[in-house]
C-alpha cells in the first residue's frame, strides 16, 4: 500500500488544526526551470572539455533530462501537505514532529528546510513564500496567531 503525501495523523484532543503548507505549482515549475538551466550549462562544459565540436547537444540532453523527470514527478511532488497545528508539524508519510523540537529553520530556494533538536531535518519543498511558511511556522511554536490559507490570521 503506497504511503500518503498528506497527512493522516489523527490529532489530539488538547490540538487544534491551523494551517495546511501545499506545494505551489509555480514554485515547482521554477525550480525544475532553474534546474534545467544547471543541467544544460553542465552539459555543454562536459562535452567541452572532452572536446566534443557538438556541444550544444549537452543543453539538449541537459533540458530534455530535467524536462522527463519534471514532468514524471510532478503530481506527487504538488500533492504533498504539511498540516501545522498547536503542538505538531505534521507531514507526508507519517512525519510527525513536536513544535517544540524545532531547532532551526532555513529557507533553501523555495524550499523550507526544518532541523529539530535530534538533528533529524525535514523538507516542505516548492514553498510560493516561504519567509510567510516560517513566520508562521515561529508564530506557532510561540503559541502566536497564524495566517489561514486567505492570509487572515487565526488564533
Not at 63 to 83: G, P
Request: glycine content about 8%; proline content about 3%.
Amino acid at each position: 500500500m503506497a504511503k500518503s503525501m498528506a497527512p493522516a495523523a489523527p490529532l489530539k484532543e488538547s490540538e487544534d488544526f491551523l494551517q495546511s503548507f501545499c506545494a505551489d505549482r509555480a514554485a515547482y515549475v521554477r525550480g525544475n526551470a532553474w534546474l534545467a538551466a544547471t543541467a544544460m550549462i553542465a552539459g555543454m562544459l562536459i562535452l567541452w572539455f572532452l572536446g566534443n565540436p557538438h556541444i550544444w547537444t549537452g543543453a539538449v540532453g541537459g533540458l530534455a533530462a530535467v524536462t522527463v523527470r519534471a514532468s514524471y514527478l510532478m503530481s506527487e511532488a504538488l500533492s504533498v501537505r504539511w498540516d501545522l497545528t498547536t503542538l505538531h508539524l505534521l507531514g507526508p508519510m507519517d512525519r510527525k514532529i513536536k513544535l517544540a523540537e524545532i531547532k532551526v529553520v532555513n529557507t533553501l530556494g523555495s524550499t523550507v528546510q526544518i532541523v529539530t533538536s535530534n538533528g533529524e531535518k525535514h523538507l516542505i519543498k516548492y514553498q510560493a513564500d516561504t519567509q510567510a511558511t516560517i513566520v508562521d511556522l515561529r508564530r506557532a511554536r510561540a503559541g502566536q496567531a497564524v495566517r489561514n490559507g486567505s492570509g487572515d490570521t487565526l488564533n
